[in-house]
């Protein structure tokens, strides 16, 4: 199991960490404006397709099963976390429909990846076992407005306050994961979880970064993949919203976007948001926890190898 | 009068006498017909038997090393599919078996829902484990090597499987057979490689698969 550990969560954690710390902390890398925007993005990728990698080996594309979507998704995140600085920062030229266009499009490339995987010569098939395409439109959608609901909010919060969120609600996805057996799933979660908490400490010791266009496309396409794939692809026992509450918690931060709210120290207000992610991704985990409750945890699987 | 009324009283018991004398005849020629396959084995081989195999009485067990320690097993109960036998023995059984992955028991809930999830099973993609039988070598004494197609976790690969022949039961009109068949895999031949690399789980299962079947006719 120490082995395992190493190879899928901190190796993984450490390149993806190590990544968003170098760009935001080496000021020659800082001050260029498009890697400070992608970094966090690229780190979650980089992170979650080596645990990836080192758990079920290099996914080839078009997949030759469901699981390996999840790798796939690292793939497409790192994508999006290179090209989404290129659509302008929003603080910038946040000008009608650009950054409506840039979540349609993102929306729909989520939307469309079995398509695309039957167009690269793979097999028609659904993405996850039971997804039809009213799911793949819904993930499409879910991406497209949780990229348009955080754009504002990633305009505004600049520093630890979005690494943060996106740590509470990895951290959250990674026992609901567990609570449905999926090791490889639970393994990605804390892997993005950590990336996402180094992302953090990076922040704070360098100037407030924002996480940029690129790092909350990825960050949003992780956030649909995962909780899709652990609810169609397991045999959890606790309800499917559980993986949406907890993947969707940091939505909750665009309506503490207000007046009264900003009108609070610092400290009191970034308290405050990280708290309501936390309630609501820990409602989650705990009903969680409890539905799937009856096993030995990871003894189950490799016990202390 | 006498001669009539004992004529009369006679007839019934011939009749009766007619009547056992056919059925027992009967009997002995339905008898004959089932065993006739036997009499005639000793110049031409039987022909064999079909069976549907009865899911409540057929399981398949499979052990698998934890941690380089322990033999750790597990079952799965739902069995189905057909199967041949010859009576004579001189017919290589043949096997047509599918499990239901869902199936599984470990004593575990937890560990079942992993077992059958998607670093295992991944039952949701393929949920069945199937043998099909493609010959035999008899090994004397019930005994034979099956060989056949082993599909698991959407993988078909070659195996041979010793096959024991456990018993024949019944009378003429029901019968019911059974084997039990004992091979092993590597699963990492079946892409199922998670925790072989950190010896967190063996590479190799044993599977002992109980089979009984009822005759179809």
Redesign the interface.
Known sequence: MIKTVIFSMVLPVLAGGGLVALCWLLPPLRKWRWLSSACFGLALAVGVFASFVAENGVPPFPPAERAQWLGLAAVLAAIFAILGPMTGSAERERKWPATELVAFLAGAIVAGLPLIAELAGGEAKSMFSGTGPADQIAMGLATAFGFLALDKVVETRHGVTLPLAFFITFAALAPIADAASWITLTFLAAVAAGTSLVAALAARFSGGPSIGRGGLLAATVLLVVFPVAGYRQTYGEFPWWVWGVAAGAPIVLLPLENPWIAKLPPWAGLTLRLLCVAALAGVAVVVAIQSGSGGDDLNDYGGFN | MRPFSTRRSIRPVRCLLAAAALGSAGLVGGFAATAQPAATSATTAAAPLDFKLDPVHCMALFRIH????GQFWGMFDQVEGSMTYAEDGKTAPTFDVTVQVESVHSG????D??I????FF????YETIRFVSTGGESKGDGVWDITGDFTMH?VTRPVTAKVEFTGLAGNPVQKKAGFEATFEVKRSDY?MD??VN????GDDVRLVVGLEGDWTR
Request: charged share 25%; no cysteine; aromatic share 4%.
């Open positions: 934890h941690v380089g320690a575990t809930e937890k560990l829902r992993t059958i999830g998607p670093q991944n039952a949701k993609e959407g892409g998670w925790g950190n010896k967190a789980l």
